[in-house]
């Protein structure tokens, strides 16, 4: 077991990709927390992992985020906690950029400097960052993108600058992933995520478990070497897309 005895705090972990990344910290002997703005949903989650405890976190709040992490000696820290705003970018409110700001890229900051003294003192730690595509191209959400590009730059510079003191951090991306997030757009248009496969050179968009297990490889020794990185997980969406390439050359050979 990759995680035995090792404190691993996920933010967001009451629901959705954070839920599962937890449950397999859990089962890979981690000592979990789960840190949520939702008690019942923390709760709900801990329950299903031994040895779990909950923290009710709002990662945006100084003070909340140093209640959850004082003495604590954090090994792990997933910055999983996150979300966007639909609204179109001419009608998107000062308070709704503000939102997706802070929930995506203060709160990874926040977070990030609350463990780094004990992990300074300890000499080693493990951060990922969970960002998006929409960090690297354009897939609408613009706050939401901007913050998330944000925390893709700040992995690189926490990486930097802490690698010497035995401290590695790193992204990943990911897709498309079937949570309650898009239980809205789903509501509205029922065959959007079917649609949207389309699009995912591996022709389906992601699970949570896609995203859990490359965090914690990333997460783990077996990542050791590796720091300051951005991993897609994302059925190949980053890598090209063929559909265009078909429309240039006038071919339909996929
Ligand atoms: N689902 C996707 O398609 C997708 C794609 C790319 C990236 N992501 C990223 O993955 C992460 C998880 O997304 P998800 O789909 O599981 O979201 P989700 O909405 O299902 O779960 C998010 C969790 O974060 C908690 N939370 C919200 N605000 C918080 C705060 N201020 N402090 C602490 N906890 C808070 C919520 O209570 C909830 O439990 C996010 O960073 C998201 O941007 C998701």
Redesign the pocket.
């Known amino acids: 077991m990759r995680f035995s005895g090792r404190v691993v705090v996920v933010?967001?972990a009451?629901?959705?990709?954070?839920r599962t990344i937890a449950g397999r910290f859990g089962a890979e002997g981690a000592q979990v927390v789960v840190?949520?703005?939702?008690a019942e949903?923390a709760e709900r989650t801990a329950k299903e992992i031994p040895g779990a405890r909950t923290a009710v976190?709002?990662?945006?709040d100084r003070a909340s985020v140093r209640a959850m992490t004082a003495d604590l000696p954090v090994d792990v820290l997933v910055n999983?906690?996150?979300?966007?705003t639909d609204v179109p970018f001419e009608d998107l409110g000062e308070d709704q950029w503000d939102r997706d700001v802070d929930?995506?890229l203060k709160?990874t900051f926040l977070c990030t400097q609350a463990v780094l003294p004990a992990m300074l003192r300890r000499g080693r730690g493990a951060i990922v960052n969970?960002a998006?595509v929409n960090g690297l191209a354009h897939f609408g959400n613009e706050a939401y993108s901007a913050a998330k590009a944000g925390v893709l730059s700040l992995t690189r510079s926490i990486a930097v600058r802490y690698g010497p003191h035995g401290i590695r951090c790193n992204a990943v991306a990911?897709?498309?992933?079937r949570?309650?997030?898009?239980d809205e757009r789903v509501r509205r248009n029922p065959e959007v995520l079917d649609r949207l496969g389309g699009w995912y050179p591996l022709r389906r968009v992601g699970t949570p478990d896609d995203v859990a297990a490359a965090i914690l490889f990333l997460a783990s020794d077996d990542a050791a070497w590796i720091t300051g990185a951005t991993l897609p997980v994302d059925g190949g969406l980053m890598a090209g897309n063929q559909r265009m390439t078909d429309d240039i050359l006038g071919s339909g050979s996929t």
């Open positions: 933010t967001g009451g629901a959705g990709i954070g840190a949520d703005l939702d949903s976190v709002d990662v945006t999983n906690a996150g979300g966007a929930l995506c709160g969970v998006s990911p897709g498309t992933v949570t309650a997030i898009w």
